[in-house]
């Protein structure tokens, strides 16, 4: 039985070739990599997990490693923004316009279980979790969370990073 | 027990003062209209001339509804004391400290946020640790447990 060789047809995906996306993956991954290990964290500093993101952010944990070390206080030049610590209800408009200041792309950490949660506070005073107000890319509950937690959570942060798209190039490439 | 606080007793007697012994600290009753003059004596003749706190209790159900609670300091007598003058729920309204004590302003404030309660010669009761547009005094056991007020719109 002779064997009928049919060409495979390139199908276009949308009106652009299997090139394109082949080449658009691939930059994705080039671009990704390059992002989760320049990540510049902005720390949103309330509450008493400040001393637990001190220790993380020393030396012996060292979070230069993921390119996660260099906190910048100024949100237009971060790309993280660590919410460490409680936000109330009155500090959540600030909260709010961080994040609006922050350029594109990026990411957020809720960093203790106040921010992801809003812990053990519930009453009329904190807000039940900081993804009520702005979306959240990675949790790290605990009170406070440890160091490993920490680096865990910037290591699956980095993940979700690499895997994702980035689109910093039109559509013509 | 200080030696101060023997005279004390005996300036403050019944049947407008109800003094208390609590773990080493007095503790007088009086009637709220008697406050700004029992504050004025304890400061000047008894250098009471630390002012610690105001808060209010909330006793819902009973009548008269909330209690108003004081603590002063003596920084040479080295001791406390606590008044505490009872105020109705229809008009939640004490005397103000602020010509006594500068201190006083700040914590009235507060005590004005989270219990409502109105101090009479406070020029300045705006919210300090709540927000304009706050409705309602959230240590009141009448105020929802759960109740939020929030500034920014929650997603989706």
Same mark, same amino acid.
């Given at each position: 039985m002779a064997r009928t060789s049919t060409p495979i047809p390139i199908q276009s995906v949308g009106g652009k070739s299997a090139a394109f996306e082949y080449l658009t993956t691939k930059k994705d991954e080039l671009v990704g990599w390059a992002r989760k290990?320049?990540?510049?964290?902005?720390?949103?500093?309330?509450a008493c997990c400040a001393m637990e993101f001190m220790a993380v952010s020393s030396s012996p944990y060292d979070t230069d490693r993921f390119g996660a070390a260099l906190p910048r206080f100024s949100p237009r030049q971060a790309d993280l923004l660590m919410v460490v610590g409680t936000v109330t209800h009155k500090q959540a408009p600030v909260l709010y316009k961080v994040y609006e200041q922050m350029c594109e792309p990026k990411w957020v950490m809720a960093f203790g279980v106040c921010a992801t949660s809003g812990g053990f506070y519930q009453n009329y005073a904190a807000v039940q979790g900081i993804d009520r107000i702005i979306p959240v890319d990675v949790y790290v509950p605990g009170c406070p969370p440890r160091p490993e937690m920490v680096i865990d959570g910037i290591m699956q942060l980095q993940d979700k990073i690499a895997r994702s798209r980035h689109p910093i190039i039109s559509k013509d490439f | 027990m200080a030696a101060v606080l023997g005279p004390l007793q005996l300036r403050?007697? *019944?049947? #407008?003062?109800?003094?208390? /012994?609590?773990?080493?600290? /007095?503790?007088?009753?009086?009637? *709220?209209?008697?406050?700004?003059?029992?504050?004025?004596? /304890?400061?000047?003749?008894?250098?009471? #001339? /630390?002012?610690? #706190?105001v808060t209010a209790i909330d006793w819902l159900p009973k009548a008269p509804r909330f209690e108003v609670v004081y603590h002063f300091y003596s920084t040479s007598h080295f001791v406390r004391i606590r008044l505490k003058t009872p105020v109705p729920d229809a008009d939640p309204t004490v005397d103000s400290l602020v010509s006594l004590y500068g201190a006083a302003g700040i914590m009235e404030r507060e005590c004005h946020d989270m219990y409502g309660i109105g101090f009479r010669g406070n020029a300045d009761l705006r919210p300090i640790l709540l927000y304009e547009g706050f409705v309602g005094h959230p240590l009141r056991k009448d105020y929802p447990k759960l109740q939020e007020q929030p500034l920014v719109p929650y997603r989706k």
């Open positions: 290990f320049s990540l510049f964290p902005y720390p949103f500093v309330t | 403050l007697a *019944p049947p #407008d003062y109800a003094v208390t /012994l609590t773990r080493g600290m /007095l503790v007088v009753q009086l009637p *709220p209209e008697k406050l700004l003059e029992t504050v004025k004596l /304890l400061k000047s003749e008894f250098h009471f #001339d /630390l002012f610690l #706190d």
